[in-house]
């Protein structure tokens, strides 16, 4: 993945549950929700919608880069 707009992140989610890869990010496409648990930030203008948009899963990042 190169960055997180959701045209190239999108399938992070399903390609990770099929194989069990983990996902690595960069830090500032990532969104910290606990001490212990960071997704995929999508760019915080597509999960302002006001409708629920439902390929915009929380996807969980294992790492950062």
Known sequence: MTHSHPGHSTGA???SKRTGAEIVAHATDTRTHTRWEMSLS???VF???PMPVPFLRRTA???LV
Do not use: F, H, R
């Open 47 to 49: 999960t302002s919608l």
């Open 61 to 63: 990042v294992a790492c």
């Open 13 to 15: 989610l399903g390609i």
């Open 42 to 44: 999508y760019m915080s």
